[in-house]
């Protein structure tokens, strides 16, 4: 499978918590959705300066910021099913996440489990067919 068929796969189901993703796909959407994420702050904090035009602007960059965060986390959740694993793991990621903001010692943790989910993303996917549907192409 080319990194084109990949980019095609992903956009045909961005936003679905159901099926599966495999390894190939993860790999390669979750650094491109990090890469447009941090851009999307980078711009968020550019536009903060409280003029309407940069008001409006920040509205936009926040809008995409966020899509691109349920992108990422419904990625992780189709990750989790590829390898057999209960999407509810990947909520504690998110519960860090939040607290991170506020919270030196809940950014450890959070930072802590995105390693080891990064981990659990390189585990091989089932060959079967699963409660979370078959195997997606590889």
């Keep these: 499978m080319t990194i084109l068929e990949t980019w095609h796969i992903f956009w045909e189901h961005p936003f679905s918590f159901s099926g599966r993703s495999s390894r190939k796909e993860f790999w390669i959407m979750f650094p491109l959705l990090c890469i447009f994420e941090g851009i ?20 936009i960059f926040v809008t995409f910021s966020v899509a691109i965060m349920i992108f990422i986390y419904a990625l ?3 990750r989790f099913h590829d390898v057999g ?10 519960f860090f996440g939040i607290k991170a903001l506020y919270s030196a010692e809940m950014l450890i943790i959070s930072t802590i489990l995105l390693i080891i989910y ?7 996917s089932q060959k079967k067919e699963n409660k979370y549907g078959k195997p997606p192409f590889i």
């Design 40 to 59: 999307c702050i980078m711009a968020i904090h550019a536009c903060s300066f409280g003029t309407p035009a940069e008001d409006f602007m920040l509205w």
């Design 76 to 78: 992780f959740v189709r």
């Design 85 to 94: 694993i209960n999407d509810k793991w990947i909520l504690l990621l998110f």
């Design 118 to 124: 990064l981990g659990i993303a390189t585990i091989a």
